[in-house]
């Protein structure tokens, strides 16, 4: 399996745009995550879903930011509009139920907001 | 009562020596602790990971130890050699949830 696979690998983007994040979890696993990580905050939890479904996004820090997941093999990580204080990284993760229970994380996207 | 505490922020070792990291948690319902691991440009990846019914768990030269009655833990790397610098996080996770509460990581220098 290639991995967690996230694009793009980087993105730039002007202040007030809408950006569009997007992963393709290992298959067969059936939780999926999305975090983001600053040098201030470390690694924050903003949404996961359990087989497409949405589980817990009290981390989704405003509603400026959506996630979506339509199928078992994609998701997304909107903001709309995007402000400079989104610059970060933002990485998608995925396990499977039960165990072992680790968490496999892609690559992530440098997102700039300027 | 989310949050794991991890300590140091930063850390320069010499090659050789032994690497130290600690963390804390108060969540009692936590029961998997794992450590990850990243280099710079990747993401995070699991270097192992202890449950609480056990108070160390070795591999190689990485040792998990963990104290339940103080609810902390701890990474150890004996013999710490350059291609270990990276940043490690610590976290935890509970049975009836599938989410992982991060610590905010140790960038860890060793020095050749």
């Known amino acids: 399996d290639a991995g967690v696979i996230q694009s793009p690998r980087h993105e730039v983007t002007e202040m007030g745009q809408e950006v569009t994040l997007r992963c393709k979890p290992i298959?067969?696993?059936?939780?999926l995550f999305w975090y983001r990580q600053t040098m201030m905050r470390g690694l924050e939890l903003l949404i996961y879903f359990n087989n497409n479904v949405p589980i817990d996004d009290s981390g989704m820090p405003e509603d400026r930011f959506s996630a979506k997941m339509p199928n078992a093999s994609f998701s997304t990580l909107k903001i709309q509009p995007s402000e400079p204080r989104d610059s970060a990284v933002y990485f998608c993760?995925?396990?499977?139920?039960?165990?072992?229970?680790?968490?496999?994380f892609g690559q992530g996207t440098r997102l700039t907001v300027v | 009562q989310q949050q794991v505490k991890q300590s140091p922020q930063s850390l320069i070792v010499q090659k050789g020596g032994i690497s130290i990291i600690n963390c804390a948690y108060e969540n009692t319902a936590f029961d998997y602790f794992p450590w990850y691991q990243q280099f710079p440009g990747k993401g995070p990846a699991l270097l192992i990971a202890i449950r609480p019914d056990v108070s160390e768990k070795k591999e190689g030269r990485f040792t998990i130890s963990f104290n339940k009655s103080a609810k902390q833990f701890s990474l150890h790397i004996m013999d710490s050699q350059p291609g270990d610098s990276a940043t490690y996080f610590c976290a935890a996770s509970g049975s009836g949830t599938y989410k992982y509460i991060f610590g905010t990581g140790t960038r860890l220098k060793v020095l050749a």
């Open positions: 993760a995925s396990r499977k139920s039960g165990t072992p229970r680790e968490a496999f």
């Open positions: 298959s067969g696993h059936d939780y």
